[in-house]
């Protein structure tokens, strides 16, 4: 399923504020940091930037590769998939990162908390028959 042209769009101008005003616009979204993420694109090589849900744990965020409970996972985590060299953008601060995706018992920790703070996330795998990712990024420097 592509992305449709409207939800590209408000995606665009997520990451716009978000930039333009350091991180203080757009920075949160249901009482959740906002995290953008920035991937490789396995076809283009071109940087893409996505807003998503990040939790803290520890120095790392998590975020999750929910696509709202769709069927296939998200053009980013594909990106991750291939090349898991990214950045990260939370408030006004940005940094490279390492995307490492969770095992099942860490995975399950992760989404239990995740869960507890976000329930939609629970309806999102309710939605789909797919196991949804849960992706730590470690800071590099």
């Known amino acids: 399923m592509a992305i449709s042209p409207p939800f590209k769009l408000i995606s665009a101008i997520h990451v716009w504020l978000f930039r333009s005003s350091g991180g ?4 949160s979204l249901n009482g959740q940091d ?3 993420l920035t991937t490789r694109g396995r076809k283009t090589g071109k940087q893409r930037s996505v807003p998503l849900m990040g939790f803290a744990d520890g120095a790392d965020r998590i ?3 929910s696509k709202g409970g769709t069927p296939e996972h998200p053009a980013w985590f594909l990106n991750l998939e291939a ?3 990214v950045t990260v953008e939370v408030g006004g601060e940005r940094w490279r990162a390492k995307a490492v995706i969770t095992g099942d018992e860490e995975r399950e920790r992760l989404w ?4 507890a703070k976000a329930p ?8 789909t028959t797919r196991k949804i990712p849960v ?4 800071r590099v420097d």
Request: glycine letters at 10%; aromatic letters at 6%.
């Open 24 to 27: 203080k616009r757009g920075s």
């Open 34 to 36: 906002v995290v953008l």
């Open 63 to 65: 975020v999750i590769g």
């Open 83 to 85: 090349d898991p060299n």
């Open 112 to 115: 239990t908390t995740i869960v």
């Open 120 to 127: 939609q996330f629970s309806g999102y795998a309710n939605k």
């Open 135 to 138: 992706i730590r990024l470690v």
